[in-house]
């Protein structure tokens, strides 16, 4: 199997804006060697990576965090979500979010105030569901692989 690093790729958007994106990488995703590849993209931009361990409410968490970002003036535009997934599923801290997880927590979604999402996660694109759910809730336009 082809291992393809999403870091490489989110390297080069870092360049570019740092601090109007974060990546949210889920620790159940994180492995050694993504650890230093985090570390190496530098401590300027070091505010833009948030890894997400083991928490019992991830989508709360990452609203707590672009909360955060927004009071200190450094307002997200680009929110990006590395972690493991297929067909209409997710792993965000260590918990496993669908459809249904989404719709239970709209009220926090709705406030997230981002742009973009992107979903580097194996065959996100492929559900009927989460994508076009995410983006109705989000407000945000949502890129995911099929």
């Not at 307002?75 to 801290?93: I, S």
């Not at 979604?109 to 694109?125: E, P, S, Y």
């Amino acid at each position: 199997m082809n291992y393809v690093n999403p870091f490489t790729e989110l390297e080069s958007c870092l360049d570019q804006t740092p601090h109007q994106q974060l990546i949210v990488a889920d620790s159940y995703f994180m492995t050694d060697e993504l650890s230093a590849e985090m570390a190496c993209i530098g401590t300027s931009q070091s505010d833009s990576w948030f890894p997400l361990g083991q928490v019992d409410r991830p989508l709360l968490e990452i609203s707590e965090q672009l909360r955060q970002r927004r009071d200190r003036g450094l307002p997200v535009d680009r929110l990006h979500l590395v972690a493991h997934g297929h067909q209409g599923k997710l792993v965000l801290g260590g918990k496993w979010l669908d459809a249904a997880a989404l719709a239970g927590h709209s009220t926090s979604l709705a406030q997230w105030n981002v742009k973009t999402i992107v979903l580097w996660c194996r065959d996100m694109g492929k559900d009927p569901l989460f994508v076009p759910l995410l983006r109705e809730l989000t407000g945000s336009d949502v890129y995911a692989s099929a």
